[in-house]
């Protein structure tokens, strides 16, 4: 004989539960999927990379990679680098990285990452 049970859910502190908080099973079926918290991603890292490793100091004329990746949040953020205010590539999500060479008119570029999900 089948036997039904009941699932409570909860998110911790900062989620937000979209679904139900109860799922119940008759024993043969389920009457509704089990719910996901979200939760905002926290402010993104930006890094500068020269030759492979993290550089302070960027040279007119050789290549940079730059790099922006966001610890947790559910879903996944969804990442945008900036230069100037402007795109630097689609966005992507988990790393979005972006090498070009920089120009001696890049001197004062601003560099910003930006990170979003649907918690946000």
């Not at 089990?34 to 926290?42: M, V, Y």
């Not at 795109?87 to 004062?108: A, C, I, K, R, Y």
Request: aromatic content about 4%; charged content about 15%; some cysteine.
């Amino acid at each position: 004989k089948a036997h039904g049970g009941v699932y409570f859910f909860k998110c911790r502190d900062g989620g937000v539960l979209e679904g139900s908080s109860v799922v119940v099973c008759d024993g043969k079926s389920w009457n509704d999927t089990a719910p996901t918290c979200l939760s905002p991603t926290r402010h993104p890292l930006l890094s500068i990379q020269v030759d492979g490793a993290a550089s302070d100091e960027v040279v007119a004329g050789s290549p940079v990679t730059v790099v922006c990746d966001a610890d947790e949040g559910n879903p996944e953020p969804t990442l945008t680098l900036f230069k100037n205010g402007e795109p630097l590539g689609p966005p992507t999500t988990g790393q979005n990285t972006h090498t070009f060479v920089p120009l001696q008119e890049d001197n004062t570029a601003v560099l910003s990452c930006n990170a979003i999900n649907a918690a946000m």
